[in-house]
């Protein structure tokens, strides 16, 4: 297993376009997170799947975003519309159920430009 | 609501000098402390942990103690080298909150040769 990964690395949009990009937890990991970071800033939660249920949406989660996870395996999270502001580094992560005390494994991020 | 409160940076250190980054966090409840690193170009790691008052976390010569009366997690190295230069940021999580994470801002370390 080669950990978390997340397609694509990188991401240029123009604004108006739809996104979707795509996350592969730990293949035994039940949890699966997707955050935001903006430069300088720590990653801020969006939300949070165990296996293919949806269990918290932050409020940062307008109505253009949504995230899915099929089958409790892979994960994808669609920005419509995108704007502007929408320009940031997005954080998959998975984790175990029961074992918040050794934290997560992160991806590498897509980072998201819109133009 | 929870938060986490990290010293601004950059900071900037000599090789082998003394390290301090201090992180403070507001909770309603009893929270698990962390702190990762994220290394240039690379992802977020877990650098440490700890769950319960007075708990010490220690990896790579790094260390913090949960301290419950001050509400603080500070981050301590004794001797940094250069390979040390990264965004250092601490987190805490809730018991029964799914695990989700609440993270400081960042502190930028470089460590000069």
């Known amino acids: 297993d080669t950990g978390v990964s997340q397609n694509p690395r990188h991401k240029i949009t123009k604004r108006g376009q739809n996104v979707t990009f795509r996350c592969d937890p730990i293949?035994?990991?039940?949890?699966l997170y997707w955050y935001r970071q903006t430069l300088g800033q720590g990653p801020e939660f969006l939300t949070y799947f165990q296996n293919e249920a949806q269990l918290e949406k932050s409020r940062l989660l307008s109505d253009r975003f949504s995230a899915e996870r099929p089958k409790g395996s892979f994960s994808t999270l669609e920005i419509q519309r995108t704007e502007q502001g929408d320009s940031a580094m997005y954080l998959c992560?998975?984790?175990?159920?029961?074992?918040?005390?050794?934290?997560?494994?992160f991806g590498s991020g897509t980072r998201l430009t819109v133009v | 609501g929870d938060s986490v409160t990290q010293m601004e940076g950059p900071v900037t250190l000599s090789e082998e000098a003394f390290l301090t980054i201090n992180c403070t966090y507001t909770?309603?409840?009893?929270?698990?402390l962390f702190w990762y690193v994220q290394y240039p170009g690379e992802g977020l790691q877990l650098l440490l942990k700890a769950t319960k008052a007075d708990d010490k976390g220690s990896n790579k010569g790094f260390e913090a103690t949960y301290r419950k009366e001050t509400t603080s997690f500070h981050l301590e190295k004794g001797s940094v080298q250069v390979s040390d230069s990264a965004v250092y940021f601490c987190?805490?999580?809730?018991?029964?909150?799914?695990?989700?994470?609440?993270f400081g801002q960042g502190t930028e370390l470089s460590v000069k040769p």
């Open positions: 987190a805490l999580s809730e018991r029964n909150q799914g695990g989700k994470l609440i």
């Open positions: 909770a309603t409840g009893y929270p698990s």
């Open positions: 293949s035994e990991h039940n949890r």
């Open positions: 992560a998975s984790s175990p159920v029961g074992t918040l005390n050794y934290g997560y494994t």
